[in-house]
């Protein structure tokens, strides 16, 4: 990370850091998967509880997959835009508090990866799941 | 009428834990945490330190935090607190000096890195005046303008309490009034400096810089301004304007 040296205005020597340009697109992204959130998920609770709200039945996993089968691409493309949006909101969330709460780079750097290694890995099973429902 | 004034003591040179001492003041309708803490300096304990100045609300120098909100000492009477014992501590955040004096060095290094001062392509007219605006952009930049670097918005970040590296409210708002000056033409570098993983995108909008500046400047408000600027130039959205506008009337 740059020093930016400012000892000429303060009374000792004094350098700041000057952090790379970046978290632009994070903030960006964070902010539009939480409008993504908003409606996949909005999509998700609809067709698991309330459009089974009729069915005296209770809920089970053919009553769950039902959407996929009446409306295979659609239902499929929310649930998965569903799962990249709550991995990339949540574990980006997770890193801003990383973020506020160290400034050591290295340890900065390891929780982003791991991070990413996380989100990866979890991504890869839900789709997983999601090729074995439709 | 009497009050308690309760104040953190620290010995100077870095005793961590400080010792909280009770002093009893005697007070009017119009005194003020100042003049409480004047009176016992003055009377009662002279080794009690803290900063002031002015004592009208326009050097920035006594901001403290009274019964859990950062406020001016100059300005806040104890009467108007309703509480017979008043609680002074230092602005949290900041390392303390001493009692009620905190160091304010990293505080302004971080306001110099956003270059305060006018940054203008423009040649100086001719007659050797100042440059003009016209009443509406100076209007844009009356807020932030009246920023007095009390300190009081960035010591009340809980970003910045966890986050040192985090340029705080104060440093953004002051790169925000230049930002908005119709006569600053680096407004690129400064969206480049606040742009970054310990400026604007470190904001929360907690909106503590927000209540907490005796000023009435919307810290928070001005971040966001701020993070939408950096947002649409970078996303090739939004152009930024480089101004240097001449007022109609020049």
């Known amino acids: 990370m740059v020093q930016r040296n400012v000892s000429s205005v303060t009374s000792r020597a004094q350098t700041v850091p000057v952090a790379p340009r970046a978290g632009t697109l994070l903030w960006i992204l964070q902010r539009l998967t939480s409008y993504g959130l908003l409606l996949f998920l909005a999509v998700h609770l609809y067709f698991t509880y309330v459009g089974h709200l009729d069915t005296a039945a209770p809920l089970t996993f053919e009553i769950l997959k039902r959407p996929y089968q009446v409306y295979p691409f659609i239902y499929a493309l929310n649930e998965g835009l569903l799962l990249v949006c709550a991995l990339f909101h949540g574990l980006n969330g997770v890193r801003n508090i990383i973020y506020d709460w160290t400034t050591h780079a290295g340890l900065r750097r390891l929780a982003s990866y791991a991070l990413l290694l996380l989100g990866l890995g979890f991504a890869g099973y839900g789709f997983y799941i999601l090729a074995a429902l439709v | ?250």
């Open chain 2, 1 to 250: 009428m009497n009050v308690k004034i309760r104040v953190p003591r620290y010995e100077a040179n870095g005793a961590i834990t400080p010792v909280f001492q009770t002093y009893t003041v005697a007070i009017t309708p119009t005194t003020t945490v100042l003049d409480a803490l004047n009176q016992i300096k003055g009377h009662q304990d002279g080794t009690l330190a803290f900063r002031r100045s002015c004592r009208s609300a326009m050097c920035g120098s006594c901001g403290v935090m009274v019964n859990g909100r950062n406020r001016l000492a100059c300005n806040t009477r104890v009467a108007e607190l309703n509480s017979s014992e008043v609680s002074v501590n230092p602005l949290p955040g900041f390392p303390v000096i001493r009692d009620l004096v905190v160091d304010w060095d990293p505080f302004f290094a971080k306001d110099a890195v956003m270059l305060p001062y006018l940054i203008s392509d423009q040649t100086r007219p001719d007659d050797g005046t100042e440059r003009l605006q016209s009443p509406s952009d100076a209007r844009q930049i009356d807020s932030p303008s009246s920023c007095i670097q009390c300190g009081c918005c960035s010591s009340a970040c809980p970003v910045q309490w966890t986050n040192s590296e985090y340029y705080g409210p104060a440093a953004l708002t002051r790169s925000y009034r230049f930002v908005e000056d119709s006569r600053d033409t680096a407004v690129k570098a400064r969206l480049d400096i606040v742009g970054t993983e310990t400026g604007v995108w470190r904001c929360h909008t907690i909106f503590n810089c927000t209540s907490d500046c005796p000023k009435g400047i919307l810290n928070t408000e001005n971040i966001q301004a701020l993070k939408r600027k950096i947002m649409l130039s970078r996303l090739g959205l939004g152009r930024i304007e480089v101004r240097a506008r001449v007022p109609e009337s020049a």
